[in-house]
C-alpha cells in the first residue's frame, strides 16, 4: 500500500542503470532508456492494472528498482538532447 505522502516528482533506476524513471503521480511516468549511444524518452499514463502496479513497485524499490535523483535524469536529458 502507497503512503498518501508522497512528494512528487520520485526518480527511479533499474540497476543496470540503462533505464531511468521520473515518476509524477501514481498514475504518470517518464521513462529514458539509454542503448548504446542513444536513448529513448517515453511518457507513460497507467491506467491498466499492471502499469498501475510498476509504479507502486518503483516507489516502493522493489525488485532491481534503486533510488535515483532530479540531476542525474537531467544530466541525461542533457547529455542525449532528449
Not at 533506476?13 to 549511444?37: A, C, T
Not at 499492471?50 to 547529455?79: H, R, V
Amino acid at each position: 500500500m502507497m503512503s498518501k505522502d508522497i512528494d512528487f516528482p520520485q526518480y527511479r533506476k533499474l540497476s543496470n542503470e540503462k533505464v531511468f524513471y521520473k515518476i509524477l503521480s501514481d498514475r504518470k511516468f517518464i521513462e529514458i532508456q539509454r542503448m548504446g549511444s542513444k536513448a529513448f524518452l517515453y511518457e507513460f499514463n497507467a491506467t491498466k492494472y499492471p502499469e498501475i502496479l510498476k509504479i507502486q513497485d518503483m516507489l516502493n524499490l522493489e525488485d532491481e528498482y534503486l533510488t535515483s535523483n532530479a540531476l542525474e535524469f537531467g544530466k541525461l536529458i542533457d547529455d542525449y538532447s532528449l
